[in-house]
């Protein structure tokens, strides 16, 4: 049985890490808790911007440390409400249809993503996928450290776990397929014997031509 993994931001949803940590900030258990957490995150937007451009890792662990001395609680409250509000109405019209011509071929889907592993659950169970790669927040005492636990899934991270996951599976990569819209992802895409480009940023689409590799274009 072969594999399909899919990146999540931009490839089936059009929203971006940003958004569903930004929903966080803003439903803290009061407006003072909520203006403290947006004020730390603006003094650290700066950095937020530099690492984005030269360091995806880097991006990830800054922005998830918005989530410092949250609760376990507050985090399982929130996820059906913020899958809800920030995912569901932002997925790609198309994004299911596309899941389902890769189980349809029998494949096992995976979602691939910097977002945090409860919430791409619900996104799992709500497009049809089976498995989830992502990241996931430490927790010591039932709270929120802001630290991210190891591996960090950015990046040329992202290759190396796929190709864990497709060893752990029994999946040949020959006879995967991976797709996303970022160039970020070319190690990603690099490693299977099917890569695709949906919605491709400029740099990506590039590659996609050079290469031959299939863009699909799915509509907001």
């Known amino acids: 049985m072969a594999a399909s993994y899919f990146d999540v931001d931009g490839t089936l949803v059009t929203t971006n890490l940003v958004h569903p940590t930004l ?3 803003l439903h803290q258990p009061t407006p003072l808790h909520s203006a403290a957490k947006l004020g730390r995150a603006l003094l650290k ?3 937020m911007a530099l690492a984005e ?3 995806r890792r880097m991006f990830n662990e800054l922005l998830f440390t ?3 001395g949250c609760s376990e ?3 399982v409250a929130l996820a059906e409400e913020t899958f809800e509000r920030v995912f569901k109405p932002n997925i790609y019209p198309g994004a299911k249809e596309l899941i389902r011509t890769s189980l349809d071929k029998g494949h096992e889907v995976v979602l691939v993503s910097g977002a945090l592993d409860f919430l791409m ?3 799992a169970d709500h497009l049809g996928a089976q498995s989830v790669i992502a990241n996931k927040l430490e927790l010591k005492d039932r709270f929120c450290t802001g630290k991210l636990l190891r591996p960090v899934v950015a990046g040329p991270e992202k290759a190396r776990l796929v190709r864990e996951h497709a060893r752990a599976a029994g999946h040949d990569l020959d006879d995967c397929f991976a797709y996303s819209d970022s160039y970020s992802d070319v190690p990603m895409l690099s490693v299977v014997g099917h890569p ?3 919605n491709p940023d400029r740099k990506l689409a590039m590659l996609a031509h050079a290469y031959h590799w299939p863009v699909v274009h799915l509509a907001a």
């Open 121 to 123: 659950k619900l996104l």
């Open 73 to 75: 609680d507050r985090l």
């Open 66 to 68: 918005s989530f410092e």
């Open 196 to 198: 695709a480009c949906i």
């Open 53 to 55: 451009s030269r360091d």
């Open 23 to 25: 929903y966080y900030m």
């Open 45 to 47: 937007a700066p950095w």
